[in-house]
């Protein structure tokens, strides 16, 4: 389902995010923040939380039948407002 090598993984570590996390975010219905056309490449820009509740944007694409992570790191606080506001939650995180 997801596809990982080397360097989106080494990516996601730079900021501090596991490749499972952002996973998780991807499976637990993220919001939708934004589309971008890179280079002729789609990606989506999510926001959504871990099974720990760490909230996270995420950057993904679709690779054939698999969804890459282009990045993913801790939403700043702003961010997380709007999530909460959202989805019904409590603004912290």
């Known amino acids: 389902m997801f596809d990982w090598d080397d360097a989106n993984r080494k990516h996601v570590a730079d ?3 596991e490749p499972s996390e952002a996973e998780e975010v991807i499976i ?3 919001l939708d923040l934004e589309l971008q056309l890179i280079n002729g490449e789609e990606r989506v820009l999510q926001i959504g939380n ?13 690779r054939g039948k698999k969804i890459r992570v282009v990045t993913a790191f801790p939403a700043p606080p702003q961010l997380c407002r709007f999530y909460a506001a959202n ?3 409590s603004d912290e995180g």
């Open 28 to 30: 637990n219905d993220p």
């Open 50 to 62: 871990t099974n720990d509740l760490r909230i996270l944007v995420v950057v993904t694409t679709w």
């Open 87 to 89: 989805k019904g939650l």
């Open 15 to 17: 900021h501090g995010v």
